[in-house]
Nanobody, 116 residues
Framework: QVQLVESGGGLVQPGGSLRLSCAAS????????MGWYRQAPGKQRELVAA???????NYADPVKGRFTISRDNAKNTVYLQMNSLKPEDTAVYYC??????????WGQGTQVTVSS
């Protein structure tokens, strides 16, 4: 089992920055990749960014150049640095862990609101 605890969400003005954290515990040895997803009201949950155990990253087009996903293995934590935030980034952000061979775990979600 994997437990994911998220933090760092909140209210920020357009153009501002936030750093989301996702601390993983449990069977972390089996995590093959981790990622951040988001879901805005009335929309489907979508991938924002992902990082594999080998360090490869993948970003959704709307956040490329603005968001950065990273991992701190010593702290068992994944981060999402969000810069140049836009109102359309407003959503509930969820941390995801993919475990080999076929299990997924989710954090509780953290609200990110970008508004003046």
């Amino acid at each position: 089992q994997v437990q994911l605890v998220e933090s760092g969400g909140g209210l920020v003005q357009p153009g501002g920055s936030l750093r989301l954290s996702c601390a993983a515990s449990g069977s972390i040895f089996s995590i093959s990749s981790m990622g951040w997803y988001r879901q805005a009201p009335g929309k489907q949950r979508e991938l924002v960014a992902a990082i594999t155990s080998g360090g490869s990253t993948n970003y959704a087009d709307p956040v490329k150049g603005r968001f950065t996903i990273s991992r701190d293995n010593a702290k068992n934590t994944v981060y999402l640095q969000m810069n140049s935030l836009k109102p359309e980034d407003t959503a509930v952000y969820y941390c995801n862990a993919a475990l080999w061979p076929a299990n997924d775990y989710w954090g509780q979600g953290t609200q990110v609101t970008v508004s003046s």
